[in-house]
C-alpha cells in the first residue's frame, strides 16, 4: 500500500480565492477540504450533519444566534447539525473543514456562495 502524503502549505499555495473549499483528503465517508476565508459568509445550517472548523492560520468567528464564538490558529470547533452559523474573518484566516462527503458549503441557504468543491 503506497501512503500518500498531503503537505497542506503547498495546498493552500495553489488557490488564493476565498468561500471556495478544495478536497485535499477522503477518509471512509469523509472529506478533509481547505478552504481561505475574509469577510462575512452567510447565515445556514447542516440539516443532516455537524460540521468541523480548524483554524490552521489567523482567526476567525462563528456567529451563532445567540452569540459568537472566536477561534485563533490551533483551535477547532465542532458546530452541530441543525445549528444556524455564519463563519466571518476580518483578515484572510486558513481553514480546514471535515464534513460528510456531498456537504455543501452553504447547507440550506444557497445562493451567491455556493461553491462546488474541486480537488486540488
Known sequence: MQE?????AQKFS???EHWSPKLVARMNDYEFKLVRIQGDFVWHKHEDTDEVFIVLEG???IDFRDGPVHLKAGELLVVPKNVEHKPYA????KVMLVEPVGVVNTGDAGGALTAEVEAI
Open 4 to 8: 500518500k502524503v498531503v503537505n497542506l
Open 14 to 16: 495553489l488557490f488564493s
Open 90 to 93: 476580518e483578515q484572510e484566516c
Open 59 to 61: 482567526e476567525m468567528r
